[in-house]
């Protein structure tokens, strides 16, 4: 980062920065009803924010390196000390505006990149055949949110539950900056409540997890060898028609390195399902990878920034309580029919103000 060419732009940034405190601590009728316009004023405030509070501390080494050379200049009983000092001071000015550069360009990369498709992977966790209930359910819900967003989605693959609703479903959704509203939901969904099946009435908790990864994600950072793939066909089973257990047309992708494996049953051609599979298991790939970078990072630091990491609990919702509740950010939402109908919008805006 050029030091002169900051502190020249130092000044846009300070103009613009008390334009938007102004708008923020007014919150004029026009941009509270407005949820989109003040998320991005609101992103941007902490962005320049940021910068400001970078450019005070480099004001501040720049005063402490001119006393440090003034010392040096007058005391020759401190030269040693003084050197060292001077030295710690530089490393911590190159520290400085290394985070102000990383900064500069995170905030033009996010400008730049608008991820308008992304693979969801809904899967059943704990809770055996309320779980698959479960994920039909919520299939449902973001069905009807994608509704809302004018989202299209394609289904990729459904694994049918042994006696109702689905022990995996995975979709292609495309939307413009749908990764920006979906990218929370990402982590373990809990639910509370009393299934079908119990004759006594007993609460109970069963769990499921989602997955949202963008296409630009796996797409560019995953390669795919197709000699380390292992082609399997089948015959599709469920519901989809005539080719039902008739033909193979169904595809099973194994990858030979890792183990992972990725199924698509979807479509009438194997031609189809292949393209589909190979999509899921590109974003398989890339999901372990993501995962096993984690599990280090974890390992050196105890308290890791929220990430969407999946055995994280992120939102539990309790049908007793008609009350659906994010543990991220402790927010409660006591309409869980309205929620469970694709009406998330509350929700979501409360996690992208609170994005940290």
Do not use: W
Not at 33 to 61: A, H, P, R, W
Not at 164 to 178: A, F, T
Not at 198 to 225: C, D, F, M, W
């Amino acid at each position: 980062m050029n030091e002169i060419f900051f502190s020249k732009k130092i000044k846009i940034f300070k103009k613009k920065f008390n334009s938007l405190s102004k708008l923020i601590i007014i919150s004029t009728p026009e941009i509270i009803k407005n949820y989109k316009k003040y998320i991005l004023i609101y992103k941007e405030y902490k962005f320049l924010y940021k910068i400001i509070n970078y450019y005070n501390n480099l004001k501040k080494n720049k005063t402490n390196i001119k006393e440090i050379e003034n010392l040096l200049k007058k005391d020759s009983e401190l030269l040693e000390l003084a050197f060292l000092e001077k030295k710690n001071l530089f490393l911590e000015k190159k520290n400085i505006l290394n985070k102000i550069e990383n900064l500069l360009n995170l905030n033009l990369n996010l400008k730049k990149k608008n991820y308008n498709k992304i693979l969801m992977e809904l899967r059943a966790g704990t809770g055996g055949d309320e779980a698959c209930i479960f994920v039909e359910d919520i299939f449902r819900m973001y069905t009807l949110y994608f509704k809302e967003l004018g989202c299209k989605y394609d289904i990729l693959n459904m694994q049918q539950g042994s006696i109702k609703g689905y022990k995996e479903i995975i979709l292609e959704i495309e939307g413009k900056n749908v990764y920006d509203k979906l990218k929370f939901e990402s982590g373990v969904h809990r639910v509370q409540r009393i299934p079908y099946t119990e004759s006594q009435g007993r609460l109970h908790t069963s769990a499921i997890t989602v997955a949202v990864i963008p296409e630009n994600y796996y797409k560019n950072n995953i390669k795919i060898v197709l000699s380390d793939i292992k082609r399997e066909t089948f015959k599709a089973s469920g519901a989809g028609g005539q080719h039902v257990n008739k033909t193979e047309s169904a595809i099973r992708l194994t990858h030979i390195p890792t183990g992972i494996v990725a199924e698509c049953q979807e479509e009438r051609s194997q031609h189809k399902n292949y393209e589909k599979a190979i999509k899921v298991l590109r974003a398989r790939i890339y999901n372990s990878e993501f995962k096993k970078k984690n599990e280090l990072l974890s390992k050196k630091r105890k308290s890791l920034i929220s990430t969407g990491e999946r055995s994280e609990k992120i939102r539990t919702y309790n049908y007793p309580q008609g009350r659906v509740t994010d543990h991220r950010i402790n927010k409660s939402i006591y309409y869980l029919d309205h929620f469970m109908n694709g009406k998330l919008n509350e929700m979501i805006t409360a996690l992208q103000i609170l994005e940290k």
